[in-house]
């Protein structure tokens, strides 16, 4: 099992930027898919953002499509997601989740993500 550490976040004023940070303490995350999710205390929990183990696809829930970024670094022990032009609308809880199962080009928020960071609190306000 993958051991998903993040970090990042915080308050922001409208129109600001944030990157959030998942670091891989464990196996890495060569061999998984990942995504980004986030939830707001009442709602369901919303996938806004994954990348295919292979790097091929990249899907993004038209909710934050052209604002938010997801990205692995070259290790691939980390991955990013750089959130730009922020609003209210945005704060929630994000994590960032890994599948070690997905097929290879697999991007999808429904797929068995089993290892989950802990969780960070992104707050937009003025």
């Known amino acids: 099992q993958v051991q998903l550490e993040q970090s990042g976040g915080g308050l922001v004023q409208p129109g600001g930027s944030l990157r959030l940070s998942c670091l891989s303490r464990?196996?890495?995350?060569?061999?998984?898919?990942i995504a980004w999710f986030r939830q707001v205390p009442g709602k369901e929990r919303e996938g806004i953002a994954c990348?295919?183990?292979?790097?091929?696809?990249?899907k993004y829930a038209d909710s934050v499509k052209d604002r938010f970024t997801i990205s692995v670094d070259n290790r691939k022990i980390w991955t990013y997601l750089q959130m730009d032009r922020l609003t209210p609308e945005d704060s929630a809880t994000y994590y960032c989740?890994?599948?070690?199962?997905?097929?290879?080009?697999?991007?999808?928020?429904?797929?068995?993500?089993?290892?989950w960071g802990q969780g960070t609190q992104v707050t937009v306000s003025s």
């Open positions: 989740a890994a599948d070690p199962k997905a097929m290879s080009s697999a991007c999808s928020f429904s797929l068995d993500y089993l290892d």
């Open positions: 464990s196996t890495g995350l060569r061999y998984h898919a």
């Open positions: 990348r295919s183990r292979d790097e091929t696809v990249i």
